[in-house]
């Protein structure tokens, strides 16, 4: 077996990061994850950036992350947000082909001489004392590495509910991982549960297009990344939505049958990203909720319906669409469904995102109890650099709160933990007015 | 909660009567029941019920000192710590030996202000509350009390918490369109606007209560004016409830004006008598004269005397033409003897002065008159109002004043949502420093350095 320095455990994005991060400063990197053809996945939206996140990207690519670039790369359509308002609030978000966005990234990750991929699902940390020195895998392997970065999202024990049936899953068609999870709460690292949710994905043939409103991207698109030079280009066109009364009653007619309103779900939601069934129970003068239909990429039917997240039973999403005009004759490619996942106390991690119990160890993504793409991949980023400075044995790149967003996202979770999925806002920074987007490289 | 028990003499020192020594803290029972014997053998000790018993010198093995003994098990006290109160003679030597024994037995002596740390500590009250207990202990007045009383209860900080409340409102309502563009949430820079200016009226109000607050702390200044000779001493004295010979300035001694405070009800008034100053011809008390005038003019308020025994002369006009814009009360004094000045028509002459007739000498009317003074001088508290009385209140009540105002202006100046909310954002964690949900420790060790011991 390769003799590594550092082991990156998970390819979703802030194991990519890592990996890219510690291989490009020159260390022999392994990166070990259950599915090589799902590496970089996007587990939900089909979109990178928006406010504060855009804002993330653009840190990320100025300190040589990837991200930003192939979020360029790969996207079919560009908006820059908050146009109208002052710099420090405007954004870039690009919609993604999602398995363009896969692949692009597979590749990449396989160009990279210092860099190695492997397919396991990793079972145990192996330490020596409290320092953390490797990884044992389902088949048995052990793998050695002097830093071992962990990034398995919402793969911990996850559980997926739909309705009130539930499955254990990592995400939608993957096995969770089980092992780990007990591995880590043995050696002090207080595991909690969180849930997360997506919606279904519909078929574009079945929808009715004319009767929703189109929504293009920007004329003249913005990148994310001070790399990219090509001129981007929109592809598609995104539809907006409302749901009405019908749909309303219709889920209040099966709020019985929510794992979340019965009580089966227990993690924590987070209350950013309410569930159809939320919006409709917490705003009820609401008389119509917004969605947007997004397609997940060029060579792919699928379309993602963003704004009906749910972990109704089946049947139940079906009525809804039905009480929509234009979705009347949709059908479901993929269920919407609920996730329950264990998380980390990110209270006991360093500035450096190195666990204080295990030394070498370091969590990134989703496992500290964030959510969104570029708040894992900005660890994943943070966590790599540093591994690698220690290693090394030189001083650790710390960014402050006044610095960038990443310097507030990471305080965040090492001084105050998270209660629910952590998504960082502009308004989560004190010195917002200079965090800006276009001077992200300062 | 704090690991170990303080100790501390509780009551002012110097203080006759009863004195109470304080324990607070996990050991607190048993460190008592070390140095207290409880007249019935065996008796354990009840939890809120007065015990009475004796200090016990365990090193000596003797009792010496009768002694009440109250046990508060915590969480209901004012530490939330179990805590102890031992009653006994008030001399500060039997309380400083109780003291000692307690340290003995393991407790360890107080900080300054620590058992109001300790509730702070421990989550029972605010520091706006903790403030307040302090000005109850050092209240010159029974109103500053009432207000200080009403602070601790949490009337104040009510009153921020529900202003950081609408601010907190409104600054998600604009975040929220900011943050989530694609949403298209609409705000109303009308409503906005109207909220702040709610905020703005309300922290305006507190920082200007700040000065009633101080006259009523400290007490409003009164001059006692007139010509020489009409009562003006003789009054200070009646008023004071004093014999006359106390004030009576010795002869050839040099002194400007004489100050004392008095009480009337709940409240302080600061009295000023110069009589010492026109018995007086000696150029060398030329400056005490201006001193004088000086703070006659910045007194809050004027006991004019007047002579009603004899003829009104144009000088008692001339006086009050001086004090224009004051609050005044006229006086006629000496109304024990004839009288040749004519009240009615003197009083017709100034129809918006308050006046009373009064003999100083033989207190006629006196307790009339104190009335009066409350009534006229002390300025009105209104019914809900929150008063403030520290400056470090006034001073962070005043940048979060700017802060608002300064929001609303870029607003109305039609600057975009992400550069006035900025502004007012800082509102937020300025609330915070006032009600002590954020503060740093330096901070708070100073606040808590000017406390005396105990409640
Ligand atoms: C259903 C769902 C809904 C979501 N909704 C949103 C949303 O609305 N908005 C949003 O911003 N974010 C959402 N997210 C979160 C977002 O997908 C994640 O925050 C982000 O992908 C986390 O990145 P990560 O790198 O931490 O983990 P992931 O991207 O999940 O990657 C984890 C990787 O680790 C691998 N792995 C896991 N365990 C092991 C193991 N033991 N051994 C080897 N490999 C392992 C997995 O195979 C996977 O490749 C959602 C996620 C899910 C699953
Ligand atoms: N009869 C009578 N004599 C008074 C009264 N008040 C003061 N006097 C006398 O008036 C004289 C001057 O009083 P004093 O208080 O020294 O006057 P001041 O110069 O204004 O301070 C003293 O002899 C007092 O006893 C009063 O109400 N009635």
Redesign the interface.
């Known amino acids: 077996m390769i003799d590594c320095d550092v082991l990156v455990i998970g390819a979703g994005h802030a194991g990519c990061e890592a990996a890219h991060a510690a291989s490009k400063l020159g260390l022999e990197t392994c990166l070990i994850t259950a599915d090589l053809n799902k590496i970089a996945q996007m587990p939900c939206n089909p979109a990178i950036g928006g406010l504060a996140k855009g804002h993330l990207v653009r840190e990320i690519d100025a300190l040589g992350g990837i991200m930003g670039f192939q979020a360029d790369k790969t996207g079919i359509q560009f908006q820059l947000l908050n146009r109208s308002r002052g710099g420090a609030v405007q954004a870039p978000r690009a919609q993604s082909d999602k398995a363009l966005y896969r692949k692009d990234m597979t590749k990449f990750l396989r160009s990279l001489p210092n860099l190695h991929l492997v397919q396991g699902m990793v079972t145990q940390i192996l330490k020596n004392g409290n320092l953390a020195c490797g990884v044992k895998i389902h088949t048995g392997e052990k793998l050695f590495g002097k830093a071992v970065i962990l990034t398995p999202g919402t793969f911990l024990n996850g559980l997926i509910h739909i309705g009130l049936e539930h499955h254990s899953a990592g995400r939608d068609g993957e096995p969770a991982s089980l092992e780990l999870s007990e591995n880590l709460d043995k050696m002090g690292l207080r595991l909690f549960r969180l849930k997360t949710g997506t919606p279904m994905r519909l078929h574009r043939d079945a929808i009715d297009w004319s009767l929703l409103k189109p929504q293009s991207g920007d004329q003249n698109p913005v990148p994310f990344s001070f790399r990219t030079k090509t001129r981007l280009e929109n592809k598609i066109l995104c539809f907006i939505g409302y749901t009405n009364a019908k749909t309303h009653e219709v889920i209040h007619n099966s709020l019985d049958k929510s794992p979340l309103f019965s009580g089966i779900i227990t993690g924590i939601g987070p209350r950013y990203c309410p569930s159809i069934e939320d919006k409709v129970v917490k705003f009820p003068h609401h008389s119509r909720h917004q969605f947007f239909l997004e397609p997940e990429g060029l060579n792919t039917p699928e379309v993602y319906v963003n704004g009906l997240s749910s972990s109704l039973p089946l049947e139940t999403q079906n009525l809804i669409l039905k009480s929509i005009p234009g979705l009347e004759l949709a059908k479901i490619l993929r269920p919407a469904y609920g996730i329950e996942y264990d998380a980390v106390d990110s209270t006991l991690l360093s500035e450096t995102l190195e666990t204080y119990p295990i030394a070498n160890l370091y969590l990134a993504g989703q496992i500290n109890g964030t959510s969104g793409y570029e708040e894992a991949a900005a660890q994943g980023l943070m966590a790599g650099i540093n591994a690698v400075l220690k290693i090394q044995r030189k001083k650790s790149l710390i960014l402050g709160r006044s610095e960038a967003y990443i310097g507030v996202l990471l305080d965040d979770l090492i001084s105050q933990g998270v209660e629910e999925p952590y998504r960082l806002f502009t308004s989560r920074a004190e010195h917002r007015l200079h965090l800006r987007i276009d001077n992200a490289d300062k | 909660m704090q690991e170990d028990t303080i100790i501390a003499i509780s009551t002012p020192l110097g203080y006759g009567g009863l004195g109470v020594v304080r324990l607070s803290g996990t050991d607190a029972l048993s460190i008592a029941q070390q140095i207290f014997r409880p007249k019935r053998k065996k008796q354990t000790f009840p939890p809120r019920r007065a015990l009475l018993g004796n200090i016990y010198d365990f090193s000596k093995n003797e009792i010496f000192e009768e002694a009440f003994l109250i046990f508060f098990p915590a969480p209901r006290t004012y530490t939330r710590e179990d805590v102890i109160e031992i009653s006994c003679h008030g001399s500060p030597v039997v309380l400083e030996e109780v003291v000692r024994l307690g340290i003995k037995a393991g407790a360890r002596h107080s900080e300054p202000g620590e058992f109001t740390l300790r509730a702070y500590l421990n989550g029972r009250i605010d520091v706006l509350q903790a403030e307040a207990i302090h000005d109850i202990i050092h209240a010159s007045s029974i109103k500053q009390a009432k207000i200080s009383f009403h602070q601790l209860e949490g009337g104040l900080s009510k009153k921020l918490l529900s202003l950081r409340e609408q601010i907190i409102d409104m ?1 998600s309502q604009i ?1 929220a369109s ?7 949430l609409k705000i109303s820079p009308k409503s906005i606007t109207k909220s702040l200016d709610r905020a703005v009226q309300t922290v305006l109000n507190l920082v200007e209560s700040y000065n009633l607050g101080k006259t009523l702390a400290e007490g409003l200044t009164l001059v006692l004016a007139g010509r020489p000779n009409v009562g003006k001493s003789t009054l200070f004295n009646a008023l004071l409830e004093r014999e006359r010979s106390i004030v009576t300035p010795f002869p050839g001694t040099t002194r400007d004006y004489l100050q004392e405070k008095i009480h009337i009800k709940d409240s302080v008034f600061t009295l000023t008598d110069m009589a010492g100053l026109d018995k007086t011809t000696q150029p060398a008390e030329q400056e005490g004269i201006k001193k004088g005038k000086k703070l006659a003019l910045e007194a809050d308020g004027i006991l004019l005397v007047l002579d009603a025994s004899k003829t009104q002369t144009n000088e008692d006009i001339l006086l009050i033409n001086k004090f224009e814009g004051k609050k005044i009360i006229l006086l006629f004094n000496k109304s024990d003897l004839h009288k040749k000045m004519n009240v009615e028509l003197f009083k017709k002459g100034h129809p918006d002065l308050a006046s009373l007739e009064i003999s100083a000498l033989t207190g006629k009317n006196i307790s009339l008159l104190k009335d009066l003074m409350r009534e006229k001088f002390v300025p009105s508290t209104g019914k809900s109002e929150e008063i403030i009385l520290h400056l470090r209140q006034k001073l962070l009540l005043e940048s979060i004043y700017s802060a608002l105002k300064l929001g609303r202006n870029l607003l109305m100046d039609g600057y ?4 006035y909310v ?1 502004e007012i ?1 800082k509102a937020v964690p300025l609330i915070g420093e006032l009600t002590g949900e954020i503060l740093n420790d330096d901070i708070l060790k100073e606040i808590f350095k000017s406390f005396c011991v105990g409640k």
């Open positions: 600054l975040e900011l943050e989530f563009p694609r949403e298209k975009s949502e992400e550069i900025e954002r």
